[in-house]
């Protein structure tokens, strides 16, 4: 499977689910087998589709190096579940699969999963319903014809005139108007203000496939971003929305072991273990998962971004996204969180379990609890595992809070105070300012302006050597010399005929006369 990251939009993870099923039908190795003193032909056994498959997933950036052997083996069922393969007999439906010598095939059917689609006019309907909601969000009270109509990732320049005469044709008329800004006002900015950073940190020309803005409540991105612990801890008001004392009691011994100031009852061997399974049991009781199921498409497709070279990226929408969820749940993440992320790198906690390393059982575990889809969906155990994965070694600056956010809607409020901003020695009056942003690129685009770019500054040494004047003649061979052959492509490109070389130095080429062919002397015979 090519190791890409498929791009933003609606039903990812089916997206997902069809891209892993033709790669495994596709590269699966199959080969005749003996069973039962006969032969079939062109099969796996379960043990093969196993290795096979496993070390596909790991080296994929969807997935990557954190999926497990057993999560691997629970694909494969769901793989036979859904006659994306069936055993030897031709039956499939079950969940029947195991590591071992079992026979399978691939039937004649297609495994490919059809996407939901709309119908046309109820797409329409949410489209328009779409801008309007936009345009909703960019029009406040009273001050509607102050923002610019069009708000996009890029300053313009056109139409500055009209917007100027506009706004001071209202200046004129509006004179006594105060400009107060309501509470709904600043709900409303503070909601333009994390889509605009969204969008422009997704690289999405527009994020209708990936969140409605009224899925965005501005209150609880105000509350998770004022009131805080000075940690960055959401701290929340009405307590029966927190966690229960003897489960922060259980985590904080758990994130401080062996050093524990909350439990002072004396321990006994499998302490640990229970304590671990009583926390377990509260979060995997919980109605729904941390991150809602409201925003399980948004948070799958951030996904796409747990790539290393777009690492920062990922960190950036990541920490956006976590702001828009109920302090309560944000809370929660925060705890659990820092609790796992203590355990997996503490070297003096005791074993959990028989078979899984810490940090797998804490992968394993939670992952459900993080993200999971209201309906059943086959690969939300692998996408779970792998964000919660990337959250934990993440989980400090993804969840702090954004001071450039907080920067952003204050600045944005003053514009809508003063309504408009006197540029200094010109008596003129500019329109509101728009936010401009880097331009995000593919990682296929990442590396062909990378090599392009070092080409070009290579030519640019090159050059600086050849027309350096203080250099010896000799000294500036030398170096030529060095530098075509460590970059022969490029010194070919400077200097394609010697006779071009040569005119640097003002001399001729130098042919190099032919070797004298000496006649081979006559032996004679010793015998006459």
């Not at 596709?26 to 589709?49: D, I, S, V």
């Not at 800004?181 to 409303?188: H, L, M, T």
């Not at 820092?338 to 959990?352: E, F, G, H, W």
């Amino acid at each position: 499977m090519e190791n890409r990251g498929l791009p933003p939009g609606p039903y990812r993870a089916t997206k997902l689910w069809n891209e892993v099923t033709t790669s495994f039908r596709a590269g699966m190795p199959l080969r005749k087998h003996r069973q039962h003193f006969k032969k079939y032909g062109n099969c796996f056994t379960a043990g093969e589709a196993v290795d096979w498959l496993y070390d596909l997933l790991k080296n994929n950036s969807n997935f990557g190096p954190e999926v497990t052997r057993q999560q691997t083996i629970q694909l494969l069922r769901k793989f036979l579940k859904n006659h994306v393969i069936e055993d030897i007999k031709g039956r499939w439906g079950s969940e029947n699969l195991d590591d071992n010598n079992q026979l399978f095939r691939f039937p004649t059917t297609s495994p490919l999963k059809s996407l939901p689609r709309r119908h046309p006019e109820l797409r329409k309907n949410s489209v328009e319903n779409f801008s309007k909601d936009k345009d909703n969000i960019f029009k406040l009270r009273n001050l509607s014809r102050r923002t610019p109509k069009k708000h996009g990732l890029h300053s313009s320049q056109e139409n500055t005139g009209e917007v100027k005469r506009e706004i001071i044709n209202e200046d004129q008329e509006n004179s006594t108007d105060n400009r107060e800004i309501s509470q709904e006002d600043v709900e409303e900015v503070w909601r333009y203000i994390i889509l605009i950073y969204l969008q422009t940190v997704l690289g999405v020309p527009s994020l209708e496939e990936v969140i409605n803005p009224r899925q965005v409540i501005p209150q609880y991105i105000m509350y998770n971003m004022t009131n805080t612990s000075k940690h960055g801890v959401v701290i929340l008001q009405d307590k029966s929305d927190d966690l229960p004392h003897w489960v922060l009691s259980a985590m904080k011994c758990l994130a401080n072991w062996p050093r524990s100031n909350d439990m002072n009852n004396p321990t006994y061997v499998g302490f640990e273990r229970d304590v671990f399974r009583t926390i377990a049991d509260y979060f995997l009781d919980l109605p729904e998962p941390l991150l809602t199921f409201e925003y399980y498409e948004l948070f799958v497709n951030i996904l796409g971004l747990l790539q290393p070279h777009l690492e920062r990226v990922a960190i950036d929408a990541l920490q956006l996204c976590c702001l828009l969820l109920p302090p309560p749940n944000r809370r929660k993440l925060q705890l659990l969180m820092r609790m796992i992320s203590r355990m997996s790198q503490n070297v003096d906690m005791p074993k959990l379990h028989d078979a899984m390393g810490t940090r797998s059982l804490m992968i394993h575990t939670f992952s459900r609890c993080v993200l999971c889809c209201a309906e059943e969906v086959d690969l939300d155990e692998l996408l779970a595992a792998r964000l919660v994965s990337f959250l934990m070694d993440h989980h400090q600056e993804i969840l702090q809070v954004p001071s450039y956010l907080q920067t952003a809607v204050e600045t944005h409020l003053d514009y809508l105070r003063k309504g408009h901003i006197k540029i200094p020695g010109d008596g003129l009056i500019a329109p509101l300012p728009t936010y401009s942003y880097c331009k995000q690129i593919s990682a296929k685009e990442f590396d062909e302006q990378k090599i392009s770019t070092s080409q070009v500054a290579i030519a640019e040494l090159l050059e600086n050597i050849i027309k350096n004047k203080s250099l010896p003649p000799k000294e500036k061979r030398k170096k030529l010399k060095q530098f075509q052959k460590e970059y022969p492509l490029i010194y070919q490109k400077r200097f394609p005929t010697t006779e071009s070389e040569a005119a640097l130095f003002g001399d001729k080429p130098t042919i190099k006369q032919p070797m004298l062919i000496l006649r081979k002397p006559k032996f004679r015979s010793l015998r006459y």
